[in-house]
């Protein structure tokens, strides 16, 4: 009998334990699934890989002869100009005065893009009087503009540093507002509900909710302010890098050219990192696919 009774139990736990055991292989069989969808842990230095691979390209094309040294210097070519030119001291004044007119001209449109936005976005009056105005101003070409600017502001520094401003606050402020406009609106009931005041509900809703919509405005701000500043220092400029590759172009020294193109690219992958970093920081409470 007793035989009997522990047989029974024997099986009663086989069978009760084989359909865990399925169930156990099943989940893991779809974690191991899900894990398959996602891109995987961020490779060290990833964003490198790609320039690495042109520069590894334009090396070897330039060592087989493919590339004509007239058109396209060989990279160690670029880089002695490069060097000549800063043990010259022309190469270090002119970063030193571009990084000083993208400085200026990038603080006053970041200054002006996160004020309007925040107007715009919080109120209906600001939405109704800033909002069209903007996006006007975006379908306007910003480079002409630069006729226009030329005879309000004259030829010298104000009128870059104003152009650079304007290239920079779109894109902040579209992105901006764009956020702000896109915050749930239970969280607004819920701040409502708890009776905070304007300020803590701009510091603990608005602000949380608009960021990840500023970094990306922020990032595309980065960028366009390089842009404006390659074509804006060859308007009588006498100094900067945009200025020299002119210079460059009327000798025909394409060197030098690709001097300046590579230290803008080198500066914009630098200055969008460095604003990468800060926003992974800031929104490290966000889980998302990137990270």
């Known amino acids: 009998m007793t035989t009997t009774t522990h047989t029974t139990t024997q099986t009663t736990d086989t069978t009760t334990t084989a359909p865990l055991t399925a169930l156990a292989e099943d989940g893991a069989r779809q974690v191991r699934r899900r894990r398959r969808l996602a ?3 961020r490779l060290p230095a990833a964003r490198l890989a790609g320039p690495a691979a042109v520069l590894a390209s334009w090396s070897i094309a330039s060592a087989a002869g493919l590339l004509d040294p007239g058109a396209i210097p060989a990279p160690w070519t670029v880089l002695e100009t490069g060097s000549r030119l800063w043990s010259a001291g022309t190469l270090p004044d002119d970063i030193l005065t ?12 970041l200054t002006v893009g996160i004020l309007l936005a925040l107007a715009s976005g919080l109120t209906r009056t600001g939405e109704a009087l800033i909002d069209g105005t903007v996006n006007l101003n975006r379908a306007i070409p910003t480079l002409g ?19 650079i401003a304007i290239v920079v606050y ?10 702000l406009s896109g915050i749930d609106s239970r969280f ?64 025909g020294q394409t060197d030098v050219i ?33 990270s």
Do not use: C
């Not at 571009?98 to 449109?109: E, K, P, Y």
């Not at 603990?204 to 842009?227: D, K, M």
């Open 145 to 163: 503009l630069i006729p226009l600017f030329i005879l309000w502001l004259g030829i010298g520094e104000t009128f870059k540093i104003a152009i």
């Open 188 to 251: 607004v009931e819920l701040a409502e509900v708890q009776g905070l005041s304007k300020f803590r509900f701009i510091r603990q809703v608005v602000i949380p909710g608009a960021l990840p919509g500023f970094f990306v405005g922020l990032r595309l701000g980065v960028t366009g302010s390089w842009l404006g500043l390659v074509v804006l220092e060859q308007i009588n400029a006498t100094s900067g890098l945009g200025y020299m590759m002119f210079q460059a172009q009327n000798y």
């Open 98 to 109: 571009s990084l000083q007119r993208a400085a200026t001209g990038f603080s006053i449109g």
């Open 39 to 41: 891109p995987g842990k």
């Open 258 to 290: 690709l001097v300046g193109l590579v230290v803008y690219g080198i500066f914009g992958l630098i200055s969008d990192s460095a604003v990468r970093i800060v926003e992974r920081r800031v929104l490290s409470w966000r889980r998302t696919l990137s």
């Open 170 to 179: 779109i894109p902040i402020y579209l992105n901006t507002h764009a956020a």
